[in-house]
């Protein structure tokens, strides 16, 4: 079991930035891959990012690709999303995930934070 709690989420104006984080705690997370889903108002979730627990690989979304990084701190279990140049089209719940690398359904997630960027 993976229990994962985010934070850092807000209000930003158009072209602003914002760092989200997810804590995560119950297992060892050696054999998973976390990342972040969306969910914006009226939509369904769409995918926005993940990493690689053990190593570096990373892999986006093309509507966040050179915008958003996802990245990590193992020591502290934690995994980040830093977003720059945020736009209204960007406003969502951005939901913390994880899976195991032996599966394809991401089987946790966290309660969710909202982003609301103003144009």
């Known amino acids: 079991q993976v229990q994962l709690v985010e934070s850092g989420g807000g209000l930003v104006q158009a072209g602003g930035s914002l760092r989200l984080s997810c804590a995560a705690s119950?297992?060892?997370?050696?054999?998973?891959?976390m990342g972040w889903f969306r969910q914006a108002p009226g939509k369904e979730r769409e995918f926005v990012a993940a990493i690689l627990w053990s190593g570096s690989s990373t892999t986006y979304a093309d509507s966040v690709k050179g915008r958003f990084t996802i990245s990590k701190d193992n020591a502290k279990n934690t995994v980040y999303l830093q977003m720059n140049s945020l736009t209204p089209e960007d406003t969502a719940v951005y939901y913390c995930?994880?899976?195991?690398?032996?599966?394809?359904?991401?089987?946790?997630w966290g309660r969710g934070t909202q982003v609301t960027v103003s144009s």
């Open positions: 119950g297992s060892t997370l050696s054999n998973y891959r």
């Open positions: 995930v994880a899976r195991s690398i032996f599966t394809q359904k991401y089987a946790y």
